[in-house]
């Protein structure tokens, strides 16, 4: 019985190894994305400085995708902290987050070379990827909330520990999210893209400061 869990708990390490190893490689190419052009070594002072500002675009891009992505990244951590074991519906909803997370590269390309004050279309698959995110997260949390006999390691004690309560909210906000967002795109507003999933954020925070004060003077 002990070689067993043993044997489990080494593969379930695996599992953590995995998902760290993709976030570590999401970062890495995102910022490959931050270079000046190459044709330099012989250009003026001023077309190298215009090349710099051109970077910034894509330099605050990768700034905010890191943030968002290391957010990602530690709330999976804490995700996975509770757990003892993991079954195959857990592994696939494990693999539809990071197949969410792994779009950020693409968003941060998009946004980084095409957005514009006439074209803001980008800003929908930016938000599109992290609202997916969310969602699939949540979903990660709602598996291991439901079977948590099974898979955690101190049962009575993990809603409070992953602040359920409140991350459900996300399963209904999200749909809504997507609803409006394409509403603001038909009544050509896409400008106001960014608030909805603001909106969406601050909910799910003030409900968690709501249901678990404690944790939210921690």
């Given at each position: 019985?002990?070689?067993k869990e ?5 593969e379930?390490e695996?599992v953590?190894l ?6 570590a ?8 994305e ?5 044709d ?11 090349a710099?500002i051109d970077?910034g ?6 700034a905010l995708?890191?943030f968002?992505?290391?957010v ?13 074991d993991?079954?195959t ?15 950020f590269?693409f968003?941060?390309?998009?946004i980084?070379g095409?957005?514009?004050p006439?074209n803001l ?9 992290i ?14 909330v439901?079977h948590?006999?099974k ?12 602040k359920?309560?409140?991350?459900r909210?996300?399963?209904i ?5 997507v609803?409006?967002?394409?509403a ?5 507003m896409v ?19 709501r ?8």
């Amino acid at each position: 019985m002990e070689e067993k869990e043993l044997k489990r708990e080494f593969e379930l390490e695996r599992v953590i190894l995995f998902s760290d190893a993709v976030f570590a490689i999401i970062i890495t190419i995102m910022v490959l994305e931050i270079r000046i052009p190459e044709d330099l070594r012989h250009a003026t002072a001023e077309k190298i400085a215009q090349a710099f500002i051109d970077l910034g675009p894509r330099l605050g891009a990768y700034a905010l995708s890191f943030f968002l992505v290391s957010v990602f990244w530690v709330r999976h951590l804490k995700i996975f902290k509770v757990l003892k074991d993991y079954d195959t519906p857990m592994i696939a909803r494990n693999l539809f987050f990071l197949f969410a997370i792994s779009l950020f590269p693409f968003a941060v390309s998009i946004i980084a070379g095409t957005i514009s004050p006439h074209n803001l279309w980008a800003l929908d698959v930016y938000i599109g990827v992290i609202l997916t995110g969310i969602f699939a997260q949540t979903l990660i949390i709602q598996y291991i909330v439901k079977h948590k006999q099974k898979l955690c390691f101190s049962p009575s004690t993990i809603e409070t520990t992953l602040k359920w309560k409140a991350h459900r909210l996300n399963l209904i906000l999200t749909p809504f999210a997507v609803l409006a967002i394409v509403a603001v795109n038909l009544l050509n507003m896409v400008q106001y893209v960014v608030y909805i999933v603001m909106f969406q954020m601050l909910i799910v925070r003030a409900s968690a400061k709501r249901y678990y004060p404690k944790a939210a003077k921690e």
